[in-house]
Each structure stands twice: as C-alpha cells, then as structure tokens.
Nanobody
Framework: VQLQASGGGLVQAGGSLRLSCRASGRTFSSYVMGWFRQAPGKEREFVAALSKNGSIKYYGDSVKGRFTVSRDNAKNTVYLQMNSLKPEDTAVYFC????????????????WGQGTLVTVSS
C-alpha cells in the first residue's frame, strides 16, 4: 500500500492541526494504521495506532488526552487530530500501515508515507 500524509504546518502552542494520510488501493480496511513522529536529532517514536475497523486505539504517553486517531475506510484515509499542541510536538509525522494486528512497535509496520512537518511555536 502507498501512503500520502498531509496537513502539517506551523501552529502556535495551544493550537490544533489535523493530519490526514490517504492510502492507495482498495484494501485499506485490511490494514492497521499507525502514526509516528521524528523530531530533529531524535529517534522516530510512536504516536498513535488504530485497528482495521477503528475499534482499538493506542496512544503514546506524551499525546494521550490531546491527540485522537480515526479512520474513514470509505475514503481510504486515517486522521490524526492534534489539540493543545506544545512546542515539543514539533516533528515530522509519518503514517504507516501493517497487515496484521495493531501494535505500537515501529519495526512492525510494513509501509510508510513520506512524512509531513508539524512546527509548534511557543
């Protein structure tokens, strides 16, 4: 599956952004979807993951209560709603897909999008 992330940009602290990730193909509903991020000079880290039907959601500790992951299988799209953004949320955000069960491990994901940059100013 090919993934295309979008929606990044510059936002002030306390603001909101919604990222989108559109997948190619007609089997989007057979993929677990994840969001990861990588800040400058840091390793890529887990942000959120969503099961194939959207019933199971996992979040990284640093984003719990602020970020919400969702999907629309009819539109082949997964979303990441980010609220109460902080400067430490600044990173390139990547969407990823895997065909088995939902997981938070980066290495478990088979397909990756190109990333979209989110910059949060203080």
């Amino acid at each position: 599956v090919q993934l295309q992330a979008s929606g990044g940009g510059l936002v002030q602290a306390g603001g909101s952004l919604r990222l989108s990730c559109r997948a190619s193909g007609r089997t989007f509903s057979s993929y677990v979807m994840g969001w990861f991020r990588q800040a400058p000079g840091k390793e890529r880290e887990f942000v959120a993951a969503l099961s194939k039907n959207g019933s199971i959601k996992y979040y990284g500790d640093s984003v719990k209560g602020r970020f919400t992951v969702s999907r629309d299988n009819a539109k082949n799209t997964v979303y990441l709603q980010m609220n109460s953004l902080k400067p430490e949320d600044t990173a390139v955000y990547f969407c990823a897909a895997r065909s088995l069960s939902v997981t938070t491990r980066l290495s478990d994901y088979e397909s990756w999008g190109q990333g979209t940059l989110v910059t949060v100013s203080s």
